[in-house]
């Protein structure tokens, strides 16, 4: 039952004929896990707390960044420099004290996917990393549990549910039957490069955060077997119909094998390297060759000292053609702004061969900014 306290809280639920009791009831019994405490995250989570359900989980192992505060709403500026995960939790129980919150600051792998999704009822995909995406997806898959899909890119969105079970007993479509195959890290366009406009994450959020509440409830028409995608710039949304493949349960079994086997290739994997361990390397006179992976207008902006410049979209190209521009012989350091980027070109190279000298500078340029050059502009 409801305690007086819930049932002032959750009034206007209980008012609604198509909720009510019941449906608060199972709210209330519910366990949600959200994968990601960013831009889809933020809202995602407010609106679960602030509907009652009752245990949610937060995955989620990056730190609160000032660039992530044009969107991601549910942190301060106070905020910056901690654990999203903790940091969010410790928001939410301000919000609903009588929850039970989960807090997860790691990320989401194949070492722990299957414990995490398993304990929980419902999984939200509120991530931007298309690796998580479809790990969730495959064991969601294995595990006959849905999830609820939401992406973003500049002033677009998406919505969906993916492997709900239907009124015909049946699951609906994987992320898989829409989207069969992971793409390269080269082919994933990122916001530090294309944008994102800041409410977006906040409307495409909240669909999900309807989505989950619909799916738990049984109310309306959730979108199990439809794929929703919104334009803000034009004002204008669209569904499409979506069906499952017959082989959707081999393709997620296939994808979870696929991570279980070991490295095949020889050599040595990029590594990372801190900000203060670079410079000193540097003061020390190693020769050590510096690829800048950012856009001209923001090396213009700022830069090491020496560094050359391949934007992401150059690297494939270059690689293949000149592979003499970046050396073998030495190593070989990659930045960008915060370390994102440039650890999918490190990783990117590293498959194509011959390169077992790459080093990944954590934080990026920023990182450089704030613990060695002080006066470095910065963005």
Known sequence: MLTPSEQTRYQKHLNLPEWGLNGQLTIKKSR?????????GCPVLLYLAAAGVGRIGVVDPDIVDLSNLQRQVLYTTSDVGQSKAKAAVAHLQRLNPDLRFDTHAQALDSTNARALIDAYDVVVDCTDNFSVR??????????????VYG?????EGQVAIFNAELADGQRGPTYRCVFPENPSQMEIPNCAETGVLGVLPGVIGTYQATEVLK??????????DKLLMTDLLSHTSRTIRIRRRADAVEMARQGI??????????GEAPKKITARSLADRLEQGESIFLLDVREREEYDLCHLDGAV??????IAATAAADRKRIPTDVPVVIYCHHGIRSANVANYLYTQGGYTNLY????????????????????
Request: proline content about 7%; charged content about 15%.
């Open 32 to 40: 949600v896990l959200v994968v990601g405490a960013g831009g889809l």
């Open 134 to 147: 479809y790990l969730v997806n495959d064991w969601c898959v294995t595990l006959n549990k849905p999830f």
């Open 151 to 155: 992406a973003i890119h500049r002033f």
């Open 215 to 224: 799916l738990l409830t049984g109310i309306g028409e959730p979108l199990t």
């Open 257 to 266: 094998a696929d991570r279980q086997k070991p490295e095949s290739k020889a």
């Open 309 to 314: 410049l391949i934007p992401v979209g150059m």
């Open 360 to 379: 990944n500078l954590e934080g990026g340029i920023n990182a450089w900014a704030q613990q060695i050059e002080p006066e470095m502009a910065t963005y």
